[in-house]
């Protein structure tokens, strides 16, 4: 995890460091060598512990309690630091094309330094605990009118590996919200483990707990396969075909580019899911000419996809789906003043998109791999599908 982007990580520790002390430490009256390697002292053990996470094999090496102290402190001691000195030196620039004595970018700094302070306690500390049930209505022509009023509860990206001991009781009150909808249909769109399916084991029972009219439709998300795992080609099939034997013994409906049918008397839907597929970096396995053969094309269709890329790459443009849902992003997990840094890489960052009448939905999520969100709590959503003839959203 640490090891993919280590340099960066040392640099956004050393790079501010430097700019702090050459500008402000160093031209001290009282300086002496002794202050100069106490400050120094927290960046170089931030460098050291980064090291240390990037030696060894997996993803996770020495585990996930290591890769989460080390991101709250980093989160504590560097990036307030950045984020000072880069007011600063904007600052800086400003004063100097001004011919101005006052840095006004010193203060902003300062602000916005203790603003990351706060944020980082209270993403770690009550932030990543948060749990907000969404109500989405979503209306279609072309809905059958039996559907008319069909709920579906939606969530994603579970990371039950991280919802160890005392953590297991946000899992539990995922479950009992989702089953407290009611909803006709339960949906989850992928990342139900870190790494490996043995992260599953402690949740077992309580993820059979699941239950819902018609059941709970669920698809792979990048970190469902091997791809963060360091193991043999036959232990990663192992392990992949073990969650998803695992998920069909909670009594889900796994997709795996297949769909199944949903029928109210004469009429029906059509709940299809892929594989993962989209960003090129993770697992591409997903196959939307397999998932909707022998779909009639004047049927309604939800279409299951993790990554939401996959909406404007495929769905819309080989598939008719109506309706798509999808996850992933996590919104970021991180909101400052608004804004979600994910919704520079992500056209489709989280909430609900329309394009040419058709519509994608992108949840939130409920856990994570780092246990930190900032603005951004977990989510369920409920949609409720409507029936409109004249096609009116």
């Given at each position: 995890m640490i090891a993919r982007s280590i340099v960066i990580f040392i640099l956004l520790t050393l790079l501010p460091d430097m700019y702090l002390y050459l500008h402000y430490v160093r031209h001290r009256k009282n300086h002496k060598w002794w202050k100069a390697v106490l400050w120094w002292i927290p960046s170089a053990f931030l460098v050291v512990f980064a090291i240390y996470l990037s030696i060894g094999k997996g993803f996770l090496p020495h585990g996930l309690g290591a890769a989460e102290t080390y991101l709250f402190l980093f989160g504590l001691i560097a990036v307030p630091k950045l984020a000072y000195s880069v007011c600063s030196f904007l600052g800086l620039m400003v004063c100097r094309l001004r011919n101005s004595r006052v840095n006004w970018g010193n203060l902003v700094g300062l602000f916005l330094a203790v603003y990351c302070v706060y944020v980082v306690f209270a993403g770690s500390l009550w932030g990543f605990s948060k749990l907000k049930i969404r109500q989405v209505e979503l209306t279609f022509s072309d809905l059958p009118e039996a559907f008319d009023g069909y709920r579906i509860a939606?969530?994603?990206?579970?990371?039950?590996?991280?919802?160890?001991?005392?953590?297991?009781?946000?899992?539990?009150?995922?479950?009992?919200?989702?089953n407290a909808q009611h909803a006709d249909m339960i949906a989850f769109v992928g990342d139900l483990q870190n790494i490996e399916p043995q992260e599953l084991y402690p949740h077992r029972e309580l993820l059979c707990r699941l239950k819902a009219k018609d059941g709970v439709y669920s698809v792979l998300g990048n970190h469902d396969y091997s791809y963060y795992s360091r193991v043999s080609p036959a232990e990663s099939v192992a392990n992949e075909k073990e969650l998803q034997g695992m998920q069909r013994q909670f009594g889900w409906n796994?997709?795996?580019?297949?769909?199944?049918?949903?029928?109210?008397?004469?009429?029906?839907?059509?709940?299809?899911?892929?594989?993962?597929?989209?960003?090129?970096?993770?697992?591409?396995?997903?196959?939307?000419?397999?998932?909707?053969?022998?779909?009639?094309?004047?049927?309604?269709?939800?279409?299951?996809?993790?990554?939401?890329?996959?909406?404007?790459?495929?769905?819309?443009?080989?598939?008719?789906?109506?309706?798509?849902?999808?996850?992933?992003?996590?919104?970021?997990?991180?909101?400052?003043?608004?804004?979600?840094?994910?919704?520079?890489?992500?056209?489709?960052?989280?909430?609900?998109?329309?394009?040419?009448?058709?519509?994608?939905?992108?949840?939130?999520?409920?856990?994570?791999?780092?246990?930190?969100?900032?603005?951004?709590?977990?989510?369920?959503?409920?949609?409720?599908?409507?029936?409109?003839?004249?096609?009116?959203?």
């Open positions: 939606v969530f994603s990206d579970a990371h039950v590996g991280t919802l160890q001991g005392s953590r297991q009781k946000m899992l539990e009150r995922v479950v009992d919200s989702l796994l997709l795996m580019n297949e769909h199944l049918a949903i029928h109210r008397g004469k009429d029906s839907i059509v709940v299809a899911g892929l594989e993962n597929g989209g960003n090129n970096r993770f697992p591409k396995k997903d196959d939307i000419v397999k998932a909707t053969e022998g779909v009639d094309e004047g049927a309604f269709m939800i279409m299951l996809e993790h990554d939401p890329t996959l909406w404007q790459q495929k769905i819309l443009h080989d598939s008719h789906a109506q309706l798509t849902l999808s996850g992933h992003t996590h919104g970021g997990q991180v909101a400052l003043f608004g804004f979600k840094p994910t919704s520079l890489i992500y056209s489709q960052n989280d909430g609900l998109h329309w394009q040419d009448n058709r519509a994608m939905y992108v949840t939130c999520g409920v856990g994570a791999l780092v246990p930190f969100r900032y603005g951004v709590p977990g989510e369920i959503v409920v949609i409720t599908l409507k029936s409109k003839k004249d096609g009116k959203k």
